[in-house]
C-alpha cells in the first residue's frame, strides 16, 4: 500500500556497496551508461572513488578492466561516474568517512540505514562479497537485509548460489526475470548477465515494475519469514559440515 500510494516517489533499484572492488565499479559504470541511476537508491562513498576508477592508459596498480566490459571503461564513462561520486543514501553515508572501524570518525562498511530505502525501491541489486571464488557460496547480510525486508533481489554472487539459496529453503525469481546467470560458470560473463537483466528491468515503467513486485508477493513474504525464523539446526536442507 505505501508504494502505491507513493508510487512516483519510488525507484526500480536499491543498490548499497559501501567498499568498492572493481566488478562493483564496473556495476557503477554499466549504470551510469544506461542511465539507470536516476532510477535508483544508491550508497557509494566518497571515500573509495577513486578506487580502480582511473581512465584506460592510466590503470591503478598495474589494474586494467577485462575487455568484455570496453564499451563501459570508456574514459568518458569513467569521468562521468567519477563526476557524480559520492552517492549517500541518507546522512549516515555522509559521515561514515575515516579509517576502518566501528566508533564515530571512523568508516564502517556494515552500518545499519533505515528501512525506509526498501519501501522507496522495489528490486535489491546485490553485488556479494566473493563472487569469483569457486566451490563456494559466501552469502550474507547484503543478501538476507533485502530478503527480511521483503525485496526481491537481483544479484552477482558466486557460482550457483540461487541454487544453494533454494535448497536452503528460500525461493528465487525466475518466473519473473531470467536468473540463468547464476548456471554461468565464468565470472565476467556471469557479471555481464546480471548487467543484462538489471538493464531490461530499468527500461521497464515503474507501474509495470511494481505489478511484478504485486505478482510475487507471495514469495517475497515466504523469504521473509524463512529469514525470520531460520535455523541452521533444524534445516534438514543446510549441510552445515560442507560450510566448515
Request: with cysteine; proline share 5%.
Amino acid at each position: 500500500k505505501y508504494k502505491s500510494d507513493n508510487l512516483h516517489n519510488i525507484k526500480h533499484f536499491l543498490k548499497v556497496n559501501r567498499t568498492s572492488r572493481f566488478e562493483r565499479n564496473l556495476f557503477m559504470l554499466h549504470m551510469n551508461k544506461n542511465n539507470m541511476l536516476e532510477k535508483s537508491l544508491i550508497s557509494f562513498p566518497q571515500a573509495y572513488q577513486n578506487y580502480h576508477l582511473t581512465p584506460l592508459g592510466q590503470a591503478q596498480n598495474n589494474f586494467t578492466y577485462p575487455k568484455l566490459f570496453k564499451d563501459l571503461t570508456t574514459p568518458d564513462n569513467i569521468n562521468s561516474l567519477r563526476s557524480k561520486i559520492p552517492f549517500h543514501i541518507d546522512t549516515t553515508d555522509e559521515t561514515n568517512v575515516g579509517e576502518p572501524g566501528h566508533k564515530v570518525g571512523t568508516f564502517n562498511a556494515d552500518l545499519p540505514f533505515q528501512p525506509i530505502h526498501y519501501k522507496n525501491s522495489l528490486i535489491s541489486l546485490v553485488m556479494c562479497a566473493f563472487p569469483f571464488q569457486e566451490n563456494a557460496c559466501h552469502l550474507h547480510s547484503s543478501t538476507y537485509n533485502p530478503i527480511f525486508c521483503g525485496h526481491p533481489v537481483i544479484q552477482f554472487g558466486p557460482y550457483q548460489h540461487l541454487k544453494q539459496m533454494k535448497n536452503n529453503g528460500f525461493k528465487t525469481f525466475s518466473k519473473w526475470w531470467d536468473e540463468s546467470y547464476d548456471d554461468e560458470i565464468d565470472g565476467l560473463e556471469r557479471l555481464k548477465m546480471v548487467m543484462d537483466v538489471s538493464h531490461n528491468i530499468s527500461k521497464m515503467p515503474i507501474e509495470t515494475v511494481f505489478d511484478m513486485i504485486v505478482d510475487m508477493k507471495e514469495v517475497l513474504q515466504h523469504n521473509s519469514d524463512l529469514i525470520n525464523n531460520y535455523s541452521v539446526i533444524n534445516n534438514s536442507s543446510f549441510d552445515f559440515l560442507t560450510f566448515l
